[in-house]
Every structure is written in structure tokens, then in C-alpha cells.
């Protein structure tokens, strides 16, 4: 490919533009679509990257290129830092190749003479607009036996002066991904994630746009970095600027001193950090991202099953007659997955022993889990089965035989967290001996789906050397875990895995590409997983998004809310039931009943459509939806939170639908309607109640629809079909 050529990707609305200049090539554009580009339009792309020249500055503008360094000026968060036993500290790029492998791919190949590296830098856009990027190092000096020391490797693109409000997300146990907002001012706003995981507080998905951007309006560009351990995400702005361009976006690995240490031959490559624009708010990048997933390799061939996980229903109160009878009911109620979760293996009364002891308890299951998991599967529903592989509690027989699998400094163990440590999955044996125990469970009990747990951070996460002298092991326990479900998954192609870390802990991609749904949060209090369930779904399409009911008084909040609202909360996700069938009564059988039916006549489209949620004035009330592809069927959640000054919500935007069709809307009433705080409803829903009334897309869309005024903690369920 020819020096100084432009390169053009485009895909789904979004392009990124790449002049192959010398050394280093330079972005010209990533955002909007340009179209297509004719050699005047690239020329003129070219001429308006030109930056003034600045006073007491560098003599030739500063440019922004594909692997910002200070040899370019550039005086922001660098692409790359690292050393040679205190030298080769300036790194200086040459671009050596370039080529396009593929539709939408952009590869850059570069050689280093100053720090002895040979870089390849990878830009993938897919069909949705998400930009895959992705950079590897290899050191291929050999005649310094020095190993380069690698610090930091992160791939940055442009933002322009108006992408100047930061949205991202912090949190806690039972309270994750929570939004939060601030301006992008001049500096660097950073996240780093220093836990081993992504963590409960992760930034997860990094996004800055113009001000005030909502669900359904402004321009965003966005960073989600695709890693299950340690990571970096930033937003900076410089008083020179970036080139043309206001600032820039960026991230990747959080390496920790001296886990990377390039000998000569040794490569490191770094996560996926995938990026996305769009021009149609909060709604628009999260159908980018859900549209991605949905495209990637699937290994469910069958709709979401409907989840009976055994957690709150019993906790580690392990009694075969219950949970046979459980099993009955959930048969009955219309369930199609029934998850034995903790408390099944060797010595595991509580949670302060028994992990890693991969075996059945025989003083509980005298007759291993197979009259369980044969009668799951005579019912024709399918056994899922709990794990906390990368655990330990030293009250077990491994950590008594293997104390040095331990994750953990020579100088002794710091302190526990839920009573546990981490084992060391990149020892060999340690890895071996799960993998082992975990395949013969799974074969053995003709596992169909396992929730794979992750309950502590990794604090002093080193592996331990002879001496003393202790290695960073945050990286190599990631890519051993990658290692270990990759195998499983080649050994059981079917099997489908659910990635929870204490709740929703460990959410990112680069675990999903291994799993297939996550745990957004332990906490089902319908209040707090409205605003979970929300955000989470920024990232992650409904059916990736685990969302279960428990009983009418939360393990976690000790909140008590009605069944209804408990039960079109879960409707919305991947929904299944926590609750203990066997202590409900006829009248909740039934209603249970009843929602499984609706859930199983809406999850082709929750499953399948786009997401929308509504901008509102008042935070008390929600409406967010699933609307078909085509735009024929949509269904909406209308949701009051707690009370709030206004009385009446008066006419609300139906967003997602095509204003030029007819629409016939439907209230659903299969769980109950919910208690409302006002003398008359609004004059619509009698009719919806009914029959259902016709109205024109153009009206609900453009004017809106008056909504009733709920009481707290309560949702109303609308079902709109294109009338003919």
C-alpha cells in the first residue's frame, strides 16, 4: 500500500479515516460517515488536518498520529512507555507496511530502532460501527540482554472540541453501574481498575460527548477495554490541543512494574479496546455494541431458556425431597433451566470452607447430584451447576495439600476476603487439576450451563519465585482463565457458561467472548435492578444480561415490593427466578405461571430488537422498551421509582417507532396492573385495556402519550403491533 495513501473504513454510519504519512500514519477522522471519498475529498481531508502553527511551541504543528509519542510533540498520555534496564526511553515508530487483510481491517506495521520493538497495530470495523483496535509488541533486538521493561501500552483516537461532557460509571457490591457525569476540561480524566477485574466501580464504558447528550439525543464517542483484569481508561485534553483534533480517547491494560518483560523473540499483545460514535445519543451507541454482539459466534441454538436458580430459594441448605419438589414446580410454572448453585461440593456448609475441592459432598448427596440432575433433564429441562473455580479457602483439602497454589506474596498472605484466596491458575498443575475436576463434573452430570463465580479482588496478586522474588501475576491469572474456558469450551461445545463475579463484578468483553450472558448484580431488589438493568444494558444487549425475581422481601435491601413489579422487571433480560417455589401460594403459582408464558411470547423480540429508553424530566418515572427491527411490534415499560413534586407526567415521547405507521397499542395485564395515584387514568387506557386503541406513529413519536401516574415501585407493561 502506498506511502501517503488514505485509507477509508466505513461501516454502519461511522468511517475511520487514516492518512499513511511518514513515520508515523495520522488520523484524519473517526466519527460520522464522510461517504464516499473521491482523491479531491482525501486531498482536501489532508490540507484541513493542517494546524496553525502555536507561538512557543514546536516549529512544525503537531499532528495526531496512530501511536502518539513525544517524538511528535505529543505531551498527552503516550501509546507506549517502557525502558531497557533505564534506557531506550523515547520511543520512535517507523511505519514499515501497511495493508487491509480484509473488508473493513486496517493493519500498520512498524519497526523501532531506539527501543528494539516491532509493533502491529490492527483497526477492525464492524458492520455495526464498532472499531476493534488492538496492538502488539515484539521485541526483535537481540543484542541487548536487557529485557525491555513495558509499562504501558494504550490505543488513543481523536475527540473534537465539542465532545466535552464525560459519562461513565462507578459503583459497589448490589449497586453496580452507577452513571456518573462531569465536564471534560483541560488534564486527563483517568480510571484505572486496580482489582484483578474489572471490579464493581469500572468505568465500563467511557463516553464523552456533546453537552447534555441523553438516551435518544447529541453525538458520543465512546471506549469499552475488552479485558478481565487490570485495565485504563482516560479522556484528555490538551491547551495545544491534538492536531486538529480537541482531545483524546483511550485505554487499555493496566500493567503493574515489571509484569511485562520483553526478552528478545517475546511478544505482548494487548486487549481489544473497541470504540464507538454515534449521532443519535445514548440509544445509538448501545444498539452499535448490542448489534456487534449479537453478530459474534453464538453457541445458543435455542431462545433463552427460562432460569430456576437455586441460590435464594435455598442457600446452602442442600435437602434432595425439597429441591426435587422445587424442581416439580418449576417444571410446572413453565422454567426450562434449573442451576444448582453453592453448596453442593466437599465440606461446604457455609462460605468459609470447601473451594477448591471440586468433588460432591457425600454426606449431603450420599448418591452424587445424579438423581437432581436426572430428573432435570427427564423433566426436559436442562441442569446448570454453580463453581467458584478460582477460589480457594484455606479450611479445604487442596489448600492443606497445595498451599503454594495460593495466589500470593512469599513474605505471607494478606488479608481474606469472604473467607477465600485466589488460586494460582497460572501454575500449570493448578490449572490442569481444575480443568480435570470441572470436566469430569460436567461430563459426568450432563451439565448444560455453569455459573462461573468470582467473589474477591486479587490484592497482592504475585506469583511467588524462589527467594523471594515475587512476580506480578494479575495478567498471567487473566489469560490462564481465557486459557482454561477456551479448553472447556473445545472439550464441551455446547455447554454455556454465565461469568458472575460477586454480582455483576467482572462485565466486559473480553470475558464474552468466552461466556455467554453475565450476572449484572446479586442484588434483585426490582428498585435497584430498574437503574442496573438500565445501565448495564449500555453495553450489553437484554439476553446477555442475567435479571432474576426473588421473594417479596429482598435478601440484599430487606425492601418489600409487590409481585408484579418484581416480575416485569426480569422481563426485560435473560429472566429466570430466585424465589423458593414450594413456599409460594396457588395465587403466586399462577401469576408466576402466567409471566413465564408472556416471557416466552416477547423473547423473540427482547431478544432480537433495539433498545430504547426515554429522556424524561422527572427521574421518579422510567420508560424504557425493546422495538422491533422493522419497527412492527415494540413492547414498553412504564415505571415509577419513588414519589416526586409533579401529579401528573402529562404527554411522554414513544421513542424507537416509525412515525408513518399506525399503531395498535395494548395494555398487559397478565401479572396485574399496577396501583396507580390519581382518580382517573388517562382518557387511552380504558380502550388499551381492551381491545386496544389504534394511534399514528407520527402522534406518539412527535406529541407523545399522556401516562398514568403510578404509585412507588410500580410498572406498567404496553405492547404496541403496526396496525394494518
Same mark, same amino acid.
Given at each position: 500500500?502506498?506511502?501517503?495513501?488514505?485509507?477509508?473504513?466505513?461501516?454502519?454510519?461511522?468511517?475511520?479515516?487514516?492518512?499513511?504519512?511518514?513515520?508515523?500514519?495520522? *488520523?484524519?477522522?473517526?466519527?460520522?460517515?464522510?461517504?464516499?471519498?473521491?482523491?479531491?475529498?482525501?486531498?482536501?481531508?489532508?490540507?484541513?488536518?493542517?494546524?496553525?502553527?502555536?507561538?512557543?511551541?514546536?516549529?512544525?504543528?503537531?499532528?495526531?498520529?496512530?501511536?502518539?509519542?513525544?517524538?511528535?510533540?505529543?505531551?498527552?498520555?503516550?501509546?507506549?512507555? #517502557?525502558?531497557?534496564?533505564?534506557?531506550?526511553?523515547?520511543?520512535?515508530?517507523?511505519?514499515?507496511?501497511?495493508?487491509?487483510?480484509?473488508?473493513?481491517?486496517?493493519?500498520?506495521?512498524?519497526?523501532?530502532?531506539?527501543?528494539?520493538?516491532?509493533?502491529?497495530?490492527?483497526?477492525?470495523?464492524?458492520?455495526?460501527?464498532?472499531?476493534?483496535?488492538?496492538?502488539?509488541?515484539?521485541?526483535?533486538?537481540?543484542?541487548?540482554?536487557?529485557?525491555?521493561?513495558?509499562?504501558? &501500552?494504550?490505543?488513543?483516537?481523536?475527540?473534537?472540541?465539542?465532545?466535552?461532557?464525560?459519562?461513565?460509571?462507578?459503583?459497589?457490591?448490589?449497586?453496580?453501574? &452507577?452513571?456518573?457525569?462531569?465536564?471534560?476540561?483541560?488534564?486527563?480524566? &483517568?480510571?484505572?481498575?486496580?482489582?484483578?477485574?474489572?471490579?464493581?466501580?469500572?468505568?465500563?464504558?467511557?463516553?464523552?460527548?456533546?453537552?447534555?447528550?441523553?438516551?435518544?439525543?447529541?453525538?458520543?464517542?465512546?471506549?469499552? *477495554?475488552?479485558?478481565? $483484569?487490570?485495565?485504563?481508561?482516560?479522556?484528555?485534553?490538551?491547551?495545544?490541543?491534538?492536531?486538529?483534533?480537541?482531545?483524546?480517547?483511550?485505554?487499555?491494560?493496566?500493567?503493574?512494574?515489571?509484569?511485562?518483560?520483553?526478552?528478545?523473540?517475546?511478544?505482548?499483545?494487548?486487549?481489544?479496546?473497541?470504540?464507538?460514535?454515534?449521532?443519535?445519543?445514548?440509544? $445509538?451507541?448501545?444498539?452499535?455494541?448490542?448489534?456487534?454482539?449479537?453478530?459474534?459466534?453464538?453457541?445458543?441454538?435455542?431462545?433463552?431458556?427460562?432460569?430456576?436458580?437455586?441460590?435464594?430459594?435455598?442457600?446452602?441448605? +442442600?435437602?434432595?425431597? +425439597?429441591?426435587?419438589?422445587?424442581?416439580?414446580?418449576?417444571?410446572?410454572?413453565?422454567?426450562?433451566?434449573?442451576?444448582?448453585?453453592?453448596?453442593?461440593?466437599?465440606?461446604?456448609?457455609?462460605?468459609?470452607?470447601?473451594?477448591?475441592?471440586?468433588?460432591?459432598?457425600?454426606?449431603?448427596?450420599?448418591?452424587?447430584?445424579?438423581?437432581?440432575?436426572?430428573?432435570?433433564?427427564?423433566?426436559?429441562?436442562?441442569?446448570?451447576?454453580?463453581?467458584?473455580?478460582?477460589?480457594?479457602?484455606?479450611?479445604?483439602?487442596?489448600?492443606?495439600?497445595?498451599?503454594?497454589?495460593?495466589?500470593?506474596?512469599?513474605?505471607?498472605?494478606?488479608?481474606?476476603?469472604?473467607?477465600?484466596? &485466589?488460586?494460582?491458575?497460572?501454575?500449570?498443575?493448578?490449572?490442569?487439576?481444575?480443568?480435570?475436576?470441572?470436566?469430569?463434573?460436567?461430563?459426568?452430570?450432563?451439565?448444560?450451563?455453569?455459573?462461573?463465580?468470582?467473589?474477591?479482588?486479587?490484592?497482592?496478586?504475585?506469583?511467588?519465585?524462589? $527467594?523471594?522474588?515475587?512476580?506480578?501475576?494479575?495478567?498471567?491469572?487473566?489469560?490462564?482463565?481465557?486459557?482454561?474456558?477456551?479448553?472447556?469450551?473445545?472439550?464441551?461445545?455446547?455447554?454455556?457458561?454465565?461469568?458472575?463475579?460477586?454480582?455483576? $463484578?467482572?462485565?466486559?468483553?473480553?470475558?464474552?467472548? !468466552?461466556?455467554?450472558?453475565?450476572?449484572?448484580?446479586?442484588?434483585?431488589?426490582?428498585?435497584?435492578?430498574?437503574?442496573?438493568?438500565?445501565?448495564?444494558?449500555?453495553?450489553?444487549?437484554?439476553?446477555?444480561?442475567?435479571?432474576?425475581?426473588?421473594?417479596?422481601?429482598?435478601?440484599?435491601?430487606?425492601?418489600?415490593?409487590?409481585?408484579?413489579?418484581?416480575?416485569?422487571?426480569?422481563?426485560?433480560?435473560?429472566?429466570?427466578?430466585?424465589?423458593?417455589?414450594?413456599?409460594?401460594?396457588?395465587?403466586?403459582?399462577?401469576?408466576?405461571?402466567?409471566?413465564?408464558?408472556?416471557?416466552?411470547?416477547?423473547?423473540?423480540?427482547?431478544?432480537?430488537?433495539?433498545?430504547?429508553?426515554?429522556?424524561?424530566?422527572?427521574?421518579?418515572?422510567?420508560?424504557? #422498551?425493546?422495538?422491533?427491527?422493522?419497527?412492527?411490534?415494540?413492547?414498553?415499560?412504564?415505571?415509577?421509582?419513588?414519589?416526586?413534586?409533579?401529579?401528573?407526567?402529562?404527554?411522554?415521547?414513544?421513542?424507537?417507532?416509525?412515525?408513518?405507521?399506525?399503531?395498535?397499542?395494548?395494555? !398487559?395485564?397478565?401479572?396485574?396492573?399496577?396501583?396507580?395515584?390519581?382518580?382517573?387514568?388517562?382518557?387511552?387506557?380504558?380502550?388499551?385495556?381492551?381491545?386496544? *386503541?389504534?394511534?399514528?406513529?407520527? *402522534?406518539?413519536?412527535?406529541?407523545?402519550?399522556?401516562?398514568?401516574?403510578?404509585?412507588?415501585?410500580?410498572?406498567?407493561?404496553?405492547?404496541?403491533?403496526?396496525?394494518?
Amino acid at each position: 500500500m502506498a506511502m501517503n495513501a488514505v485509507v477509508v473504513l466505513r461501516a454502519g454510519g461511522t468511517s475511520l479515516v487514516v492518512e499513511l504519512a511518514e513515520p508515523v500514519p495520522r *488520523v484524519l477522522h473517526w466519527g460520522r460517515d464522510l461517504g464516499e471519498l473521491s482523491e479531491e475529498d482525501c486531498a482536501a481531508l489532508r490540507l484541513t488536518d493542517e494546524p496553525a502553527g502555536l507561538n512557543n511551541a514546536l516549529d512544525t504543528p503537531r499532528r495526531f498520529s496512530v501511536w502518539p509519542t513525544e517524538a511528535e510533540g505529543w505531551s498527552g498520555i503516550p501509546a507506549q512507555e #517502557g525502558h531497557r534496564g533505564g534506557t531506550a526511553t523515547t520511543p520512535r515508530p517507523r511505519l514499515t507496511r501497511a495493508h487491509q487483510p480484509g473488508a473493513g481491517e486496517l493493519v500498520l506495521e512498524f519497526d523501532d530502532a531506539v527501543t528494539g520493538l516491532d509493533t502491529v497495530l490492527t483497526y477492525r470495523l464492524t458492520p455495526s460501527g464498532v472499531l476493534a483496535v488492538q496492538a502488539t509488541i515484539t521485541r526483535t533486538d537481540d543484542t541487548d540482554p536487557e529485557p525491555y521493561d513495558l509499562a504501558a &501500552v494504550a490505543t488513543l483516537l481523536p475527540l473534537p472540541g465539542r465532545a466535552t461532557e464525560i459519562l461513565d460509571f462507578t459503583g459497589r457490591w448490589s449497586r453496580e453501574r &452507577v452513571p456518573q457525569r462531569r465536564p471534560l476540561g483541560f488534564g486527563a480524566h &483517568v480510571r484505572e481498575g486496580r482489582r484483578g477485574k474489572p471490579g464493581m466501580d469500572s468505568p465500563y464504558l467511557l463516553t464523552v460527548g456533546t453537552p447534555g447528550f441523553g438516551f435518544r439525543t447529541g453525538e458520543v464517542w465512546a471506549l469499552h *477495554v475488552g479485558w478481565s $483484569g487490570d485495565h485504563r481508561f482516560f479522556a484528555e485534553r490538551l491547551p495545544e490541543g491534538a492536531g486538529v483534533h480537541a482531545g483524546v480517547l483511550g485505554g487499555g491494560e493496566l500493567l503493574r512494574a515489571g509484569e511485562v518483560r520483553l526478552a528478545a523473540g517475546e511478544s505482548y499483545t494487548g486487549p481489544v479496546s473497541y470504540f464507538a460514535w454515534s449521532g443519535d445519543g445514548l440509544d $445509538g451507541l448501545a444498539g452499535r455494541f448490542h448489534a456487534f454482539l449479537r453478530a459474534g459466534p453464538s453457541r445458543t441454538s435455542t431462545p433463552r431458556p427460562l432460569v430456576l436458580n437455586t441460590w435464594e430459594a435455598v442457600y446452602f441448605d +442442600h435437602d434432595l425431597p +425439597h429441591l426435587l419438589a422445587l424442581t416439580e414446580l418449576a417444571a410446572e410454572v413453565g422454567v426450562e433451566r434449573v442451576v444448582l448453585d453453592d453448596g453442593w461440593f466437599r465440606g461446604r456448609r457455609d462460605d468459609t470452607a470447601g473451594l477448591g475441592d471440586w468433588s460432591v459432598d457425600e454426606q449431603v448427596w450420599p448418591a452424587g447430584l445424579a438423581p437432581l440432575a436426572d430428573r432435570v433433564h427427564e423433566l426436559g429441562l436442562q441442569f446448570g451447576l454453580w463453581f467458584e473455580p478460582e477460589m480457594i479457602n484455606l479450611d479445604s483439602v487442596l489448600a492443606r495439600e497445595h498451599p503454594d497454589w495460593i495466589l500470593g506474596p512469599s513474605a505471607g498472605l494478606g488479608e481474606t476476603s469472604r473467607n477465600q484466596y &485466589v488460586l494460582n491458575l497460572a501454575r500449570e498443575d493448578a490449572w490442569t487439576y481444575l480443568l480435570g475436576a470441572l470436566d469430569e463434573l460436567i461430563t459426568r452430570y450432563r451439565v448444560d450451563y455453569v455459573k462461573w463465580d468470582h467473589n474477591r479482588e486479587l490484592h497482592e496478586a504475585v506469583q511467588r519465585r524462589p $527467594g523471594g522474588a515475587d512476580i506480578p501475576g494479575v495478567r498471567a491469572q487473566t489469560l490462564a482463565l481465557y486459557r482454561l474456558l477456551d479448553e472447556l469450551r473445545a472439550r464441551h461445545p455446547r455447554l454455556e457458561i454465565e461469568s458472575c463475579a460477586g454480582g455483576g $463484578g467482572r462485565v466486559d468483553l473480553g470475558i464474552l467472548a !468466552r461466556t455467554d450472558r453475565v450476572w449484572a448484580s446479586d442484588c434483585i431488589d426490582p428498585v435497584e435492578r430498574q437503574s442496573i438493568q438500565r445501565w448495564t444494558a449500555q453495553l450489553l444487549p437484554p439476553e446477555f444480561i442475567g435479571s432474576h425475581f426473588g421473594a417479596e422481601r429482598s435478601h440484599t435491601t430487606q425492601r418489600v415490593t409487590g409481585t408484579s413489579f418484581r416480575l416485569l422487571t426480569v422481563l426485560f433480560g435473560h429472566a429466570g427466578i430466585e424465589q423458593d417455589l414450594t413456599r409460594c401460594t396457588p395465587e403466586e403459582l399462577k401469576l408466576i405461571t402466567a409471566w413465564s408464558a408472556l416471557y416466552r411470547e416477547f423473547r423473540p423480540l427482547l431478544h432480537s430488537g433495539t433498545v430504547v429508553r426515554g429522556d424524561l424530566d422527572d427521574d421518579a418515572n422510567l420508560l424504557h #422498551g425493546v422495538v422491533a427491527a422493522d419497527g412492527s411490534a415494540a413492547l414498553y415499560c412504564w415505571v415509577r421509582l419513588p414519589t416526586s413534586a409533579p401529579s401528573q407526567p402529562g404527554r411522554v415521547l414513544i421513542p424507537g417507532l416509525d412515525p408513518a405507521s399506525r399503531y395498535l397499542l395494548r395494555i !398487559r395485564d397478565d401479572v396485574g396492573l399496577p396501583a396507580m395515584q390519581q382518580a382517573a387514568a388517562p382518557g387511552w387506557l380504558a380502550a388499551a385495556l381492551g381491545e386496544g *386503541v389504534r394511534l399514528p406513529g407520527a *402522534v406518539l413519536t412527535g406529541a407523545g402519550l399522556p401516562m398514568p401516574n403510578l404509585q412507588p415501585e410500580q410498572a406498567l407493561l404496553l405492547e404496541f403491533r403496526r396496525a394494518g
